[in-house]
């Protein structure tokens, strides 16, 4: 069992940036792939990016390439979404979640951390 905690939401104008940090409780944090999603208002939650154990491999949907960076630091058991050029359309609640495997289903989700960004 692994906990998720979300931080660094909050309200930001368009154009702007900001950066979201997720804390593991386990110390096997490396051991896990790491990925961020995102669920707006009235809309399925959808797949943002994820990140290699190690962090050398990342894959991020079409409409958040170039926009956003996911990182991580095994040794502070976190991972990162740094977030530029922010537009409304990214106004959503953002999770973190972890699985055990690169494909497939996420196993633990964090609580998730409001990102709102107005016109």
């Known amino acids: 069992q692994v906990q998720l905690v979300e931080s660094g939401g909050g309200l930001v104008q368009a154009g702007g940036s900001l950066r979201l940090s997720c804390a593991a409780s386990?110390?096997?944090?490396?051991?896990?792939?790491m990925g961020w999603l995102r669920q707006a208002p009235g809309k399925e939650r959808e797949f943002i990016a994820r990140?290699?154990?190690?962090?050398?491999?990342?894959h991020y949907t079409d409409s958040v390439k170039g926009r956003f960076t996911i990182s991580r630091d095994n040794a502070k058991n976190t991972v990162y979404l740094q977030m530029n050029s922010l537009k409304p359309e990214d106004t959503a609640v953002y999770y973190c979640?972890?699985?055990?495997?690169?494909?497939?289903?996420?196993?633990?989700w964090g609580q998730g951390t409001q990102v709102t960004v107005s016109s």
């Open positions: 979640a972890a699985r055990f495997t690169d494909a497939g289903n996420w196993d633990y």
């Open positions: 386990r110390r096997t944090f490396s051991n896990y792939f």
């Open positions: 990140i290699s154990r190690g962090g050398g491999n990342t």
